[in-house]
């Protein structure tokens, strides 16, 4: 199916269907092809007509066909972008633009494979700044603190003069339609079927990783999201419904992911390389890259193009919170920018600027609101709490500090009725027990006394 998706848009010139949620419009959207590659030029052209944008917004540019190009080179893409902006009136409306495959994604020399990586930097994260007034501290090093980190409202270019800046790009064509198609704003999800994984490889840094994925996946833990943090040696495999994979290491990764994805789903990769190469092809083992993690089935990747680890992990619960707590929803480009502190750097981000979520708690009346809260008694307990719902009902549950850092819980009884928990060895404290049920996301909140 993929194969011929591909024969269709590159031969026939086949309109694809339209996104979910496409009442959302991409006029504020640009799309940038590199000319001399025909496959950048039909990709471009595919997902024109797959999100319905303007013939204007198509910027091709006269670029090599290279991943890396040098300063000089740079400035001419950078020229051919900002020159045909200006002439189309196209500063001032449009808020995104995408780099489609085939457009060079570094700047810089061989150093930037050097650790550390020296006069490399990131053409997107360059063109960010193309009309701001920080545009003269592009390709200098500098490093422009980013006004919107931690910012939970949608992008505007009239607010800062920014363009966010993404990229569909995977190891080949067939994979960027495949990521265009699953992509695209308010995709239904969810949440109590679903999974947030945290994989952490290095041994050496468990403990700092783990401390972090517990911070960033507290609001997502209160708001209903399942989570799974796995400090084994190697990649997190042959999980289902998975809605965001977080990969942190500063070593290459042993193998790659094998995950079942839900359309919408993000990934962060804080590992070596992860955004240096779009190749065709997977990547030899050890060296898992974001074009691994697409093709895997991601609809969007944050890594980094040098080999040398700079990221900057303090602003991923920023993203995490503004894309998957609902009431949030931000979409792909603004959850991710509002985690990037520094523009003009490293960052490269894979996906649909607009691709979005629409989520659900559960599968009862209260689907589309909060979780019912459920009255646990005795309150507050000493050896065992009740609940009052039947343990039939329960398919798992989890138990949480009130700061939403997921605790060891006792195992599910098995015997019927309602449900009885052992609280005996917890120590004095308010806690919230999390339960995904057969009607939905149930919560109780309760306090232990010793």
Not at 363 to 372: E, F, I, K, R, V
Not at 392 to 398: F, G, H, N
Request: hydrophobic share 40%.
């Amino acid at each position: 199916m993929k194969k011929l998706a591909l024969a269709w848009v590159l031969v026939l010139g086949g309109v694809p269907p339209l996104a979910v949620g496409q009442s959302i419009t991409y006029d504020d959207v640009v799309v940038v092809v590199n000319s001399n590659d025909s496959v950048s030029v039909a990709l471009g052209n595919y997902f024109m007509a797959a999100r319905s944008i303007p013939a204007v917004n198509l910027i091709p540019v006269d670029a090599p066909m290279l991943e890396t190009i040098d300063a000089s080179q740079f400035q001419l893409v950078k020229q051919q972008i900002k020159s045909y902006m200006l002439a189309n009136s196209l500063v001032g409306p449009i808020n995104y633009m995408v780099m489609m495959k085939g457009m060079p994604h570094r700047v810089g020399t061989t150093y930037c494979d050097s650790i550390p990586p020296i006069g490399c930097a990131s053409l997107d994260a360059e063109m960010v700044l193309l009309f701001s007034p920080d545009s003269s501290a592009m390709l200098t090093n500098q490093w422009i603190n980013n006004m919107n980190y931690g910012n939970a409202l949608p992008h505007a270019y009239a607010n800062d003069d920014l363009i966010y800046v993404t990229r569909i790009t995977a190891h080949d064509a067939t994979d960027a339609i495949a990521l265009i198609d699953r992509s695209g704003p308010l995709i239904p999800v969810t949440m109590w079927n679903s999974l947030v994984i945290g994989d952490i490889q290095n041994p050496a840094t468990i403990n700092y990783f783990h401390t972090s994925f517990e911070a960033f996946f507290a609001p997502l833990i209160v708001a209903g999201w399942p989570t799974s943090i796995d400090t084994t040696a190697y990649s997190y495999t042959g999980q289902n419904n998975v809605a965001c994979f977080l990969s942190a290491d500063d070593l290459p990764q042993v193998g790659v992911p094998d995950l079942d994805w839900i359309p919408g789903g993000l990934s962060m990769s804080y590992t070596i390389s992860a955004g240096a190469s779009f190749g065709d092809g997977p990547s030899d083992p050890g060296s898992m890259r974001c074009a691994d993690i697409i093709a895997d089935g991601a609809s969007g990747v944050r890594g980094e193009i040098t080999v040398s680890p700079n990221y900057d992990m303090s602003g991923m619960n920023h993203t995490l919170t503004n894309y998957y707590v609902p009431g949030n929803n931000l979409n792909l480009a603004d959850s991710y920018f509002s985690g990037i502190y520094h523009l003009s750097r490293f960052d490269v981000i894979i996906g649909d600027p607009k691709t979005s979520l629409t989520i659900s708690v559960g599968l009862g009346p209260d689907a589309q609101g909060s979780a019912t809260e459920l009255r646990a008694f005795p309150n507050p307990a000493l050896d065992v709490l009740t609940v009052p719902i039947e343990r039939s009902k329960v398919l798992r549950y989890q138990l949480l500090s009130m700061d939403g850092r997921a605790l060891a819980a006792p195992a599910l009884p098995t015997s019927a009725g309602p449900l009885s928990l052992s609280v005996s060895e917890l120590p004095t404290g308010a806690y919230l027990l999390q339960l995904h049920t057969t009607e939905g996301l149930r919560m109780a909140r309760f306090t232990v006394v010793r």
